[in-house]
């Protein structure tokens, strides 16, 4: 079919079957938001069911108190102490290496077959249950070094979980900022290090605080590699900062006291600590959150 022009029209392929194409595209809309609503119900009534159980019975006793292997009305406070303390020393640990790490896949790694296979390895060692970890801890603290289970072995274990990830959500986040604002950087004088440093990691900021949010949250909340590499109990003091020390968590008590504590209270003190549990991952998600507004408003 000709214009007036002599220019053949082409047809419009999403012209045909208007009427169903705009039905599908109803369709699909009210799926889509019925199951985004439905796990967002789900999430938040499970927060509900978990907090409402634990939060009013706390108090400052339980927060601060030593466990009690046998009377009623034991604490939390030298296993939340350890939570907080082996959460720091892995990031400290796992930040610097697994950011260093994606920048240099992202960004100085050339495309070669063995990057793509080192790539490979990152992303399945991203994906291995966190008991292979802790196995692992076993074999290089408890058997090598020869130093037992210590808060020193669970804090480099759960670093060693944590890395790959953090290594794949740093080079997808600066795989993601746009090649037009380092082609500039670049255009204004700027070296590569600077361009890295002044350009890439602040745009890219935002996904890479969310990969140490998340891999901050998995790690507050792990078990099985603090239970293999520090134990399943603490020195019974409230602030021991000794690397060699027990290093039971919030998580690995919760565990103990649901399993094999043998206190009257058992149950009081398990749905007490998972509210601390999930109010604590919840407060580490908030607290990364802050440098991303920080950096929007800043970046505005």
Known sequence: MSTSKGTTS???????????NHLSNRLFTF????????TILFICGLLFMILQKGLPELDWGFLWGLPSEMEEGG??????????????????ISIPLGMAAGIYLAE?????????FIRICVEGLASVPSIIFGLFGIALFVEAFDIGLTIIGGAVSLAFLNLPVLTRVTEEAIRSVPKEMKHA?????????????RVIIPVALNGIITGICLTAGRAFGESAVIILTAGV???GEMWDFSLFSPGATLAVHLWYVQSEAIVPDAQLIAEKAAAVLVFVVLLI???FRVPLWLNARRTR
């Open 10 to 20: 082409i047809p419009n392929p999403f012209a045909a079957r208007r009427g169903f």
């Open 31 to 38: 799926v889509v938001w019925t199951i985004g609503l439905c």
């Open 75 to 92: 604490g939390i406070g030298p296993l939340l102490f350890n939570s907080f303390y082996v959460l720091i020393i892995s990031l400290i």
């Open 108 to 116: 100085f790694a050339p495309a070669t077959k063995f990057i793509a």
């Open 185 to 197: 950087s670049f255009a204004l004088g700027s070296t590569h290090l600077q361009t890295i440093l």
């Open 233 to 235: 109990s603490s020195s």
């Open 285 to 287: 998600n908030i607290v």
